[in-house]
T-cell receptor
């Protein structure tokens, strides 16, 4: 069963507009969330993270929002640039037992930013 | 370049053959992880090391898979008697500690014919 879900396989936005990528999770024990970006033939690159004690974290053009009651997080990219075109993975970690720190990934959303 | 490196980047093998991949983590990173990514999926956790100790193995890691991290530095992942279902991207990541950011290598793409 998929514990981290990214229900939109793809998203297309115009350069300069906002990109919003969504992620839902089912395990209320997740306490740390991350977004990774992946270009073809490369490994995932860390983008931004958020702890469960926060509801927002911002880093330049990237902002992650966390809604714990809804078990939902989103990544906002403003303004979107063609170089942002990539697959974006949402990931979560548990804070107990032997699985501490192991990342559980969603299936990814392919973002295309058109000039 | 002081990032995570993996070797080889690509491997084509015939079913039944053994293959071995290597991962060199970022220097002084205590934790080293192996993940596998198949087409259309996100990376899936396989196993991780804290220094030289292998602390957890996913149920995805059948007995044909073995991983080592001698001396707590580089790590190897060996797959014995490869099957076509083993075809995937094998990713290595390292971090300073348990809740530190994991940095990924470029991956090894395995194709089993």
């Amino acid at each position: 069963d998929q514990q981290v879900k990214q229900n939109s396989p793809s998203l297309s936005v115009q350069e300069g507009r906002i990109s919003i990528l969504n992620c839902d999770y089912t395990n209320s024990m997740f306490d740390y969330f991350l977004w990774y970006k992946k270009y073809p033939a490369e490994g995932p690159t860390f983008l931004i993270s958020i702890s469960s004690i926060k509801d927002k974290n911002e880093d330049g053009r990237f902002t992650v929002f966390l809604n714990k009651s809804a078990k939902h997080l989103s990544l906002h990219i403003v303004p979107s640039q063609p170089g942002d075109s990539a697959v974006y993975f949402c990931a979560a970690t548990l804070n107990y037992g032997g699985s501490q720190g192991n990342l559980i990934f969603g299936k990814g959303t392919k973002l295309s930013v058109k000039p | 370049d002081t990032g995570v490196s993996q070797d080889p980047r690509h491997k084509i093998t015939k079913r039944g053959q053994n293959v071995t991949f290597r991962c060199d983590p970022i220097s002084e990173h205590n934790r080293l992880y192996w993940y596998r990514q198949t087409l259309g999926q996100g990376p899936e956790f396989l196993t991780y090391f804290q220094n030289e100790a292998q602390l957890e193995k996913s149920r995805l890691l059948s007995d044909r898979f073995s991983a080592e991290r001698p001396k707590g530095s580089f790590s190897t992942l060996e797959i014995q008697r490869t099957e076509q279902g083993d075809s995937a991207m094998y990713l290595c990541a390292s971090s300073r500690g348990v809740f530190e950011t994991q940095y990924f290598g470029p991956g090894t793409r395995l194709l089993v014919l």
